[in-house]
């Protein structure tokens, strides 16, 4: 457990193509923090490991499905995918060189050691805004984790994701009947509405229990089809 007078130690701090992005140990904990706004820590990852189970039980019994997952993060999302060999294919889009190089080269290595050298695993460097928008490829779950949710987003281009325009190239890099998860850090009425008005179908969000406050929370939908 990380002591209250722990003073967090900054292990790499790097300009990158969104801003300054830092890296740094608190007691225990890797902490990643984007412009001065706290991002995630390992602290826990429960929310991040139900995005992933609540999707794949929401396609059914498809075989060997690939995922698509909007954001590395600390890796929990990421490992957790690649533990299960449900998954036929696990891609990982990332916008931040700096959070990849961490993974591959640096303290979050030991998040995701494992899920890197498995073969199903792939790590895209790319804006999720404009990777779904612009890739041909087909996934039957995307995964999104890009934010603290639809109405709190890191930076400001990235609420476009959750709007009609952005919804509509989530369901199109979708499967038919493919899942979108999007997790969030607290419920948002309006963004189920806008799923529905998306064309999307079986809307439904799934609660996660915190130690305190708003139940983070997990926003899920499927493409018709």
């Known amino acids: 457990m990380t002591a209250i007078y722990d003073t967090p130690v900054v292990l790499d701090r790097r300009e990158g193509p969104y801003g300054e992005v830092v890296l740094r140990r608190h007691g225990e904990l890797l902490q990643i923090i984007a412009n001065g706004c706290f991002l995630m820590d390992t602290s826990d990852g429960r929310s991040e490991r139900l995005l992933v189970d609540a999707a794949l039980t929401a396609l059914g019994p498809r075989e060997q499905p690939n995922v ?12 957790h995918a690649a533990a299960n060999p449900r998954w036929g294919a696990v891609t990982v889009v990332e916008r931040e060189p700096a959070v990849i190089d961490w993974h591959q080269h ?3 290595s ?5 899920a890197l050298a498995d073969p199903r695993t ?5 804006d999720l805004v404009e990777y779904v928008h612009e890739t041909s490829a087909t996934y039957d779950a995307l995964c999104l984790d890009i934010d603290n949710g639809p109405d709190w ?3 400001e281009g990235n ?6 325009t952005g919804l509509a190239d989530c369901a199109r890099v979708l499967s038919p009947g493919g899942v979108l998860a999007v997790w969030s850090a607290q419920p948002s009425p309006e963004f189920e509405g806008t799923l529905w008005n998306a064309g999307f ?3 439904r969000t799934e609660e996660i229990p915190v130690a305190r406050g708003v139940p983070d929370v997990v926003h ?3 493409r018709p089809g």
Do not use: R
């Open 122 to 126: 792939e790590i895209v460097e790319a």
């Open 110 to 114: 030991e998040m995701s050691e494992d």
């Open 68 to 79: 698509l997952i909007g954001g590395l993060g600390v890796g929990f999302s990421l490992a």
């Open 106 to 108: 640096g303290p979050l």
């Open 220 to 222: 899920l939908a499927v």
């Open 159 to 164: 609420d476009g994701l959750y709007s009609a």
């Open 201 to 203: 179908q079986q809307v």
């Open 153 to 155: 987003t890191v930076t």
